[in-house]
């Protein structure tokens, strides 16, 4: 199960937090961690607005292995990088004057966080949460 989501103007953001949680959901994911990954999306998502001009786009994937279900979420820029990425992920650092919490809250709500980001090139952040605690019914 694979979905992609095009992020080119400012509805965008909504739709993709929208279809992520409904992603999370139809692949068993149970409504707690569901909410963490739409609102870890929904954050990601806005930082492409807003830095890279809304020019990405969202994958979306299910990934099962023998020992556990994974949702796995891919947000790609073509912006303008991340200079410092350890700077970028400490708390309360800001770029634009915003409260800093954005990414380092993203890697707290969820199970797997991965970062790469080129200057000049684009950002990629990979996130997963683990369908672990999958609904029965």
């Known amino acids: 199960m694979r979905e992609r989501i095009q992020l080119t103007r400012e509805i965008d953001l909504q739709t993709a937090t929208i279809r992520c949680r409904q992603f999370a959901l139809s692949s068993g994911m149970d409504p707690v961690p569901t909410q963490k990954l739409a609102t870890a999306v929904s954050e990601l998502t806005r930082n492409v607005y807003k830095y890279a001009g809304c020019q990405g786009w969202v994958d979306m994937m299910l990934i099962e292995d023998d020992s556990a279900g994974w ?29 800093g919490l954005g990414l380092p809250g993203v890697r707290r709500l969820v199970d797997h966080f991965d970062i790469r980001s080129t200057p000049g090139e684009g950002t ?12 029965t019914a």
Not at 124 to 133: D, E, H, L
């Open 124 to 135: 990629r952040v990979c996130v997963r949460m683990n369908c672990r605690n999958r609904r």
């Open 71 to 99: 949702v796995q979420v891919e947000v790609i820029d073509k912006g303008p990088g991340i200079d410092n990425l350890d700077l970028a992920m400490a708390d309360n650092y800001s770029s634009s004057g915003t409260l």
